[in-house]
């Protein structure tokens, strides 16, 4: 007995550390020869258990757990633990009943409050659920997740401002805690914040693998609000239409990859040309959350490098600088900014090209998750392509970004004025579009497309606020409103 008796405490060791080290499958066989041993072993059984809930095997997790309350009705955690498999397996009423009898054996655990509201929420009982969470937070103040599952509640109640504010002091008590970025995400989501929304679901299930993330099941939602983002973009109507086309290709190809059909090889590495400020950046950034929605990337983020961030002054350096960007850059976009200046010098101490070779590889070892997008003029982005024999094959689609018309220049322009609460006169219109109307076709790269119109409109409301200050009684209406005075004089763009 004594020798049974001392491998079953070696395997239930075996089990907690498997559990622990997030080893489920390891952990479940432990507890099968636990359990063998000791059938009635309650504590085999609530880690055996939450072992299968983890890996979302809802029916074995309450099996066990049932069993645990049929073996020791007065088991400190056994209610508690199934009525979160009860919750998580959508046995809802079944989990409250569960959280309500934990209660009454332990009332003084705020886990019992906080998992309870959780399950009021999914009944958008939030009157309950609020109540659950203070009462947690009554018994354990500095319960970081009880935060979170209040600020959920407030996004239920649309108080958006309170969320936030919960979510921030949830984070300001553990910057660890996944289920306030899962709710902050949400927030951002909403809030048309795509980009750190998504960067916050992310994260959410980097601390918490078994988060339930909703997009993650229905794509198509964040998918739509990527292509609206797209859709009111000004002009880069070629590029727009490019892009689409990428969505479809990827799409078609998971669909025959569901289907079981041949998958042609792909390269999603992409070519940028064209001049400063024709939205490059902007497009690059769309691209990687598309990419990450439809399950390319796993993270969607975008790095953002120039040949400083690559090229090294020493012997060495350079392939360690890029590896290092690669690395930062896996699960999404690396973004080049005037890639060609990699191949630019050709002297001898220049190291340019080891950065192209290194990427090369990296574009290779790292290919199933990880786009490379490469940028810069059209003309020098061709010698770019030839400075390696292995670069060109590796980028499946050069997409040409074109200058902004003289129309499209004044929709960004008005588009900046309305962001940030300025309105233009109706002559004060008239003066900006002729403005911008002057300026040559080569003219418009120069200045920089939609990087000059940013220039224009921050000295457009300096000259404002200069006119203001010298009044003594300012109001809203002269706050907001453009005058003809305060557009930049006809100087600004300076003509050959």
């Not at 590495?269 to 691209?287: D, S």
Request: net charge negative; glycine share 6%; aromatic share 8%.
């Amino acid at each position: 007995m004594s020798g049974n008796f001392r491998k079953r405490n070696d395997f239930f060791k075996r089990g907690r550390l498997a559990f622990e080290a997030g080893q489920f499958e390891k952990a479940i066989h432990a507890f099968n020869k636990v359990i063998e041993w000791d059938p009635h072993d309650a504590n085999a059984h609530t880690f055996r258990g939450l072992s299968h809930r983890e890996i979302k095997n809802f029916d074995a997790a309450l099996k066990d757990l049932h069993e645990v309350v049929r073996i020791d009705p007065n088991h400190r955690v056994g209610f508690l633990n199934l009525g979160c498999v009860q919750r998580d397996a959508g046995q809802v009423d079944q989990a409250l009943e569960s959280f309500n009898t934990a209660e009454e054996g332990d009332s003084e655990n705020p886990l019992v409050y906080q998992n309870r509201a959780t399950a009021h929420i999914l009944k958008e009982n939030w009157k309950a659920a609020q109540s659950d969470c203070e009462t947690a937070l009554a018994i354990a103040p500095e319960g970081a997740a009880a935060y979170a599952v209040l600020a959920n509640v407030y996004l239920g109640t649309k108080e958006q401002d309170l969320a936030e504010q919960t979510i921030a002091r949830s984070l300001e008590l553990d910057p660890e805690e996944g289920e306030a970025y899962r709710v902050r995400g949400i927030i951002r989501c909403a809030n048309d914040d795509l980009e750190n929304g998504i960067a916050d679901f992310i994260h959410a299930k980097e601390l918490n693998p078994s988060v339930q993330l909703d997009y993650l099941d229905n794509p198509e939602v964040l998918l739509d609000k990527l292509l609206e983002k797209l859709s009111a973009l000004i002009g880069l109507d070629t590029v727009k239409d490019e892009v689409r086309s990428l969505i479809n290709l990827v799409k078609v190809r998971q669909l025959r990859k569901t289907a079981k059909l041949p998958a042609v090889p792909m390269s999603l590495h992409l070519v940028f040309t064209g001049n400063p400020g024709t939205g490059k950046t902007t497009i690059a950034r769309l691209i990687s959350l598309i990419y990450h929605v439809l399950g390319v990337l796993s993270k969607g983020h975008l790095v953002e490098v120039d040949r400083a961030g690559l090229v090294a002054g020493y012997v060495g350096q350079t392939a360690l600088k890029v590896h290092e960007v690669l690395n930062k850059s896996m699960g999404g976009v690396l973004f080049i900014d005037e890639a060609y200046s990699l191949t630019s010098r050709g002297d001898e101490k220049d190291f340019g090209l080891e950065a192209i070779d290194t990427l090369i590889k990296g574009m290779e070892d790292k290919r199933s998750d990880l786009v490379l997008i490469v940028a810069g003029y059209p003309e020098k982005m061709r010698q770019f392509l030839k400075a390696n024999p292995g670069i060109k094959s590796r980028f499946s689609k050069v997409i040409r970004f074109d200058d902004y018309s003289a129309a499209e220049l004044m929709a960004i322009f008005e588009k900046m004025c309305r962001e940030h609460a300025y309105e233009l006169a109706d002559e004060t219109k008239e003066i900006a579009h002729k403005a911008f109307e002057v300026l040559k076709p080569e003219e418009v790269g120069l200045y920089g497309n939609g990087r000059g119109v940013r220039n224009y409109f921050e000295l457009t409301i300096t000259r404002q606020a200069n006119r203001l200050g010298e009044l003594s009684d300012i109001d809203n209406s002269q706050l907001i409103e453009i005058m003809p005075e305060d557009l930049p004089k006809d100087d600004f763009w300076v003509h050959d």
